[in-house]
C-alpha cells in the first residue's frame, strides 16, 4: 500500500498530525486552497465535499432508508450472504478491540453497523447507524465515502474529515467488488479511535474484503450470469410485528388490508395452490363458505391485478417472498445473527385465522428454541431487547448463563431477570 494512503504511518505522531490537519482544515475552510500538511487523498475529497456544498458544521448524515426499505435493502443484496465471514472475521471481536464494523451498499448507505455497543451508542450521535447515507455528497470527507469515490482502501484520521461532528472518530474503509463484473457493490469498514488507521487496520480491512469476494465467487446460490444479482423475486411481504402486511412490487408498495395479507401468506406458503375448502379452513375460526373465500379473492385481485390465478386452485402466478420465511431460512441454514436481526415481532399478531396462527407459533417457537440451546450473546441480546423476546423470562437466563462473569452488562442483565422473575415467575 503506498504511504500516503496510511493516515498514520509508522514514525508519525498522530497529536502533531491531529493539531497539523486540524489547522489546515480551519484554513481551508477560509477559501484557503494551500495546505501543505494535508495528505493528497484529503485535500482531493475537501475540494469535492466542498464542491458538493457540505456544511462542515453539519451534525450527522441523513438517514435515507426506513425500518422497511433497510430490510428489503439487506435481504435482497448479495453481501447478506456473506455477513456470517464479517461476523466471524471482525465482529465477533470488535467488543474486545473497541471498534464498529460497518457493511455499506455502493451507494454509500449503511445496511449492517455493529460491534462495542458503547461506541454504537456513541454514534449515533453522528448517525452512523443502519440507513444512513454515507458517501462524500452527504457528510463529506470519510472513509466509506471516499473509497467509494477513489475505489481503493482509504483510511481517515480524526480531523482529516470533512464535517467537525466526525472529527473525533477515525476510520478504515476498503471498497468490496463483485467477483464477476469487478464492479463495486459495497463498502467494509472499521470505526473507532486512532487504532483503526494503524497500517495493521489497513491490512485486516483488505484481508477481510478479500474473503467476502473469494466467498461470493463461490456462493453456488448465485446464478453464474448475475453472481451477485439475486433473480427478480416478483414481490415481497412484510408481516413480522405488524397488524397488516406491506407488499412491496416492482412497480412500487402496494397497501393491503389484514385479510388479504393472510390470504397471500397462506398462497406464498402453497406454491402448488389451495382451493377454496383450503384457504376457508385456513383463514376462518368458524366455518365459512367458500363463496365467502371467492369473494375475497375477487376483492384483492382488484387492489392487485394478475397476481392470482383463476384457475380451480388459487396460486400466486409470481413468486412472492415474505419475512417469515426468510427468518425461516436463516434458521434453516444455521445462521441465528441474521434471523434474529430479521425477525421483528410474531407474524401478524392481530390474526386469528388458523392457518396463520399455526405459522406464527411454530416460526416464533422454532426461533426461540434455537436460541434458548444454541444462541450466542449477541443473537441473545438483540431477542430479549426486541418486542419479541423483552418479557422472556428463559431467554434472559439463558443469556445471563451465556455473559462472562466480569461482562459490564452482567449486573444488568441480572437486575432485569430478577424483576421479569418477579413479575412472571421463574418459567416466564
Known sequence: MPELSLALPHGVDPVRRWRNTI?????????????????????????????????????ASPVVLTDDQLTEARVTHPLHRVMH??????????????????????????????????LCRRAEGMQLVPGAAWREEA??????????????????????????????????AAPIHDPWSNEVIGVLDITGGTDVVSPQSAFLVRSAVAAIESELRFDDTLTPDHRTRPADPGGRICALGRDR??????????EISLRHTELLLLLAAAPDGLSAGDLAWKLYEHDAAEVTV?????????????????????????????DAAEVADYLAAGDHANAV????????PRSTAPGIVTMRYRLHGWLRNVLLELGDAESLRRYCES??????????????????????????????????????????
Open 23 to 59: 489547522r489546515a482544515h480551519e484554513t481551508f475552510l477560509t477559501g484557503a486552497d494551500t495546505t501543505p500538511d494535508v495528505r493528497p487523498l484529503v485535500l482531493d475529497s475537501w475540494r469535492r465535499s466542498a464542491a458538493y456544498q457540505v456544511d462542515p458544521d453539519r451534525p
Open 85 to 118: 465471514v464479517v461476523r466471524s472475521l471482525l465482529i465477533d471481536h470488535a467488543s474486545d478491540a473497541g471498534v464498529i464494523v460497518v457493511v455499506s451498499d455502493a451507494d454509500g448507505r449503511l445496511l449492517w453497523a455493529e460491534g462495542d455497543r458503547d
Open 139 to 172: 457528510i463529506g470527507t470519510n472513509a466509506i465515502g471516499t473509497a467509494l469515490a477513489v475505489n481503493d482502501t482509504v483510511q481517515v484520521f480524526g480531523s482529516e474529515h470533512f464535517t467537525r461532528s466526525v472529527q473525533p472518530w477515525s476510520c478504515t
Open 245 to 254: 402486511g406491506t407488499l412491496s412490487l416492482h412497480t412500487g408498495p402496494v
Open 294 to 322: 371467492r369473494a375475497e379473492i375477487s376483492r384483492l385481485r382488484k387492489v392487485v391485478p394478475g397476481l392470482i390465478s383463476s384457475a380451480g386452485r388459487y396460486r400466486l402466478t409470481r413468486p412472492i417472498s415474505t
Open 341 to 348: 436481526a430479521l425477525y421483528r415481532g410474531e407474524l401478524l
Open 387 to 428: 418486542a419479541a423476546g423483552r418479557d422472556d423470562v428463559q431467554a434472559w437466563q439463558a443469556r445471563l448463563e451465556r455473559l462472562s462473569p466480569g461482562s459490564p452488562h452482567h449486573a444488568e442483565v441480572s437486575a432485569i431477570l430478577s424483576e421479569l422473575e418477579a413479575t412472571f415467575g421463574h418459567d416466564g
